[in-house]
């Protein structure tokens, strides 16, 4: 990250000396950049050992040959000023580097908006170190944008001075016309954004399929092609192609050459979603059986053409409706996947509210997502933590219990959210469904005698009846924890925020553990101390081997094993006291 303290450069005019990066950032950023010649002059003066090969030519000829003196003066002194502001502000807004999704992994990373908008200011200012060598990150694509500012003849650009290439020179020629588009599309991103910054999210998927999971095509005669086709000359993929999955014609570098010279299909949908640019920063070459999907963009422009026919029409106010809660219910159900096949119950799932500390979610509406998905999925057990909120727990027992003995599926419960609207409705989404349950709950009672529940009263919350694991699989869940990936300061350490006597008193208030088909391991005390142990053992070797260096990150291995230990103690210890 441009922040990082071990950002180092040498210090202007003494190369046997380093200093930090981020400081000569900030000195370069807070002055005022009225011009073409301020901000190659900023960017320059942290990238010292690209001055006599970065020219600008490109972004020079945009801002003086194609912007009116309108759009030029509102550029630098209004949405220049708001970029610089929001680069500087990277400490604050992304508190934590994100992971690089690497080849041959499967991993997800979500991103604000508003993150997005700051690493795309940064991009811009060329701010990400060791992505200009080429070495390192040689297996990424570009994402600082001297590639584009610059053109792409760097042999050239090497054996030239820059005061000959600055000049009028006939083997400088002027940007293509694709090339005045992408500074049309990318620089009215900016001036939205910082106008007005949205408030949603997007999430970039990396996954991978081994090869042993591909079908052998000329075994499979008896697969019926798909029905359901649909073929028309005209449209576009991201036009016509609203609320489906929009096929990208991909590069193994993810976006092709937006911030190069290409201008074909990828490149389009890049241009015209900037926001998935930010892909290029942490997707590493993609792989034969490998794809990235990026859910969550905003489209800001409206464009024409292809290749060197492309150019920027009008902006683009998306209407598509940020699905409230199918998206995450989907997200949901991939995570808690059980594989048909599967020949032992699957584990129960220890979760929470998730997506509402950063991200403000409403956890009302996450418990019920989370419901579903676990239900979709052979019924798997969930066992949820509400991290001190009583309250929110007794609600959570109460509503369980009313939506067994009304025997509401899974199909019922979906068909009631996809008619609550959180800006229009009063009523929480409790509210709602409890509402929904006492007016179509009638025709469901027939279902309610079928249901295998042994809930015997729906009027008031019965905490001990809801369903949960065993001690030893929740302390194994959390002893397997990775590191997190958070958004905020105060939410790097998940863990740290429930103490040792809230999770002990949670385990002891459920009572003893019910056979709802969820395993529970047998066998003496002896031998469950002795099956944890070594579970913990294989779990710390795990983690040194596979997990990823998190800049920024605080504690070593060691420590967070203490601290999984030091659970494990106390749900012993609570144990203990509920006999």
Known sequence: MPCSPRNLYPLPGDDDRTGSRWEMIQKALREPIRCIQDLEAAILSYNTRFSDQWDFAHLRYFLESEMVDEERDHFFKVTMLKMQRLALALPEVVTQAPPLLRARTNQSVTLSQKQIACLLCCAFFCLFPRRNSGKQFKDFPDINFNVLFCGENRR???????????????????????????????????????????????????????????????????VQLS?????????????????????????????????????????????????????????????????????????????????????????????????????????????????????????????????????NGDKELKFLLQLLAASANSQRGMAYFTFGDEDFRDRIAHLHSVLLASGFSVGDMYAILTRFSPSSEAMSVFDHLLH???????????????????????????????????????AR??????????????????????????????????????TVGIPVEKG????????????????????????????????????????????????????????
């Open 156 to 222: 050239w650009a090497k054996r030239t001075s820059k005061a000959v290439r600055i000049q009028n020179d006939p083997a400088v020629p002027p940007p293509g016309r694709c090339r005045v588009a992408k500074f049309h599309c990318l620089l009215h991103y900016f001036r939205r954004v910082t106008d007005k910054v949205p408030p949603g999210v997007v999430t970039i998927t990396r996954r991978c399929l081994p090869k042993t999971r591909l079908p052998d095509w000329s075994q499979m005669s008896s």
């Open 227 to 359: 029905r359901d086709l649909h073929v028309d000359s005209a449209g576009l993929i991201e036009v016509q192609g609203e609320g489906l999955l929009q096929a990208d014609f991909a590069n193994r570098f993810l976006g092709g050459g937006v911030l190069r010279s290409g201008c074909v299909q990828e490149e389009i949908r890049f241009l015209l979603s900037p926001e998935l640019i930010v892909g290029l920063l942490l997707c590493e070459r993609m792989e034969d059986t490998e794809v990235v999907l990026l859910t969550g963009a905003e489209q800001y422009s409206y464009g024409t053409g292809y290749a060197e026919t492309f150019k920027w029409i009008a902006p683009c106010y998306d209407t598509v409706p940020r699905d409230p809660f199918r998206r995450r219910m989907t997200q949901a159900f991939v995570a808690f996947f059980v594989r048909p096949s599967s020949e032992q119950p699957a584990v129960a799932v220890a979760t929470g509210n998730w997506g509402c500390g950063a991200f």
């Open 436 to 474: 929904s349950i006492g007016a179509e709950g009638t025709q469901n009672r027939s279902k309610a005698k079928n249901c295998a529940s042994d809930v015997t009263s729906v009027g008031s919350p019965v905490v001990s009846r809801v369903p949960r694991v065993s001690k030893d699989q929740v």
């Open 477 to 514: 869940a959390v002893a397997s924890v990775g590191p997190p990936v958070m958004s905020r300061d105060e939410d790097r350490k998940p863990l740290s925020r429930v103490s040792k006597d809230q999770v002990a008193r949670a385990v002891a208030s459920a009572g003893p553990p019910r």
């Open 524 to 579: 003496s005390s002896e031998e469950l101390a002795l099956k944890d142990e070594a579970m913990m053992s294989l779990l710390l070797e795990r983690e040194e081997e596979e997990v990823m260096e998190w800049e920024g990150e605080e504690g070593s291995h060691e420590e967070r094993a203490s601290t999984r230990l030091s659970l494990l103690e106390a749900l012993e210890q609570a144990e203990e006291e509920a006999k």
